[in-house]
């Protein structure tokens, strides 16, 4: 079954450092998506991606956010000057086309980010 | 704006037993609505969905979960726990546009022997 994978699955860092988290989407899939859980609370939708842009982004992905797709397989989000807010688990999420959610989300295993 | 509403932070059962897990939802459209499970420090990983189809929807592990428009409800049930279903289980609901998820807060179930 296909599958999302995101890479690192842990990642620490410093305060104020820029980090990457990188994300291999389900090959034909066209939306793309970051979302993140801090520990103990729900899972929040942090942005979307189609067609080489963004489609929609929540108030937390702020200008220290980005994400990009710089090339036909990976789709990356960097964090530019880490907070320790920022600590969380980072997840990634395809979505192909088809009737209706047919196809479905397909989350990956998730990154955990720790700043220090 | 869609949201969901999991009335549960917390539900223990014992191994065998039944298991409800409920959800409220609120939409302003059709929704299309999800159960997902994450167990620790893992993914999360679809159980089932409703996209306006039957409204009993069958999922993996042996769940399901009924869409009832009248009470706004996606419950969640399973007739006979096992130890392996402890995790925390996301209703979840889409948004119209390019369809977002959004996330309860969850129910966290704990399965004793």
């Known amino acids: 079954e296909p599958e999302v994978t995101q890479t690192p699955s842990h990642q620490v860092t410093q305060m104020g450092q820029e980090v990457i988290l990188r994300c291999v989407p389900i090959s034909n899939h066209l939306y793309f998506y970051w979302y993140r859980q801090i520990l103990g609370q729900k899972v929040e939708f942090l942005v979307s991606f189609y067609n080489n842009e963004i489609s929609e982004k929540s108030e937390i992905f702020d200008d220290q956010f980005s994400v990009e797709r710089p090339d036909g397989s990976n789709f990356t989000l960097k964090i530019r000057s880490t907070k320790l807010e920022d600590s969380a688990m980072y997840f990634c999420a395809s979505r192909g086309t088809g009737t209706g959610f047919s196809g479905g989300y397909t989350f990956g295993s998730g990154t955990r980010l720790t700043v220090v | 704006a869609q949201s969901v509403t999991q009335l549960d932070s917390h539900v223990s059962v014992s191994e065998g037993t039944p298991v409800l897990l409920r959800c409220n939802y609120s939409?302003?459209?059709?929704?299309?609505l999800f159960w997902y499970v994450q167990h620790p420090n893992k993914g999360l990983q679809l159980l089932l969905k409703?996209?306006?189809?039957?409204?009993l929807v069958k999922g993996i592990n042996g769940f399901e979960a009924e869409f009832k428009k009248s009470e706004t409800s996606f419950h969640l049930t399973k007739p006979s726990a096992h130890m392996s279903d402890a995790a925390e289980y996301f209703c979840?609901?889409?948004?119209?546009?390019?369809?977002?998820?959004?996330f309860g807060t969850g129910t966290r179930l704990l399965v004793s022997p």
């Open positions: 979840v609901v889409t948004t119209t546009g390019f369809q977002k998820l959004v």
């Open positions: 409703y996209t306006s189809a039957a409204t």
């Open positions: 939409s302003s459209y059709s929704p299309s």
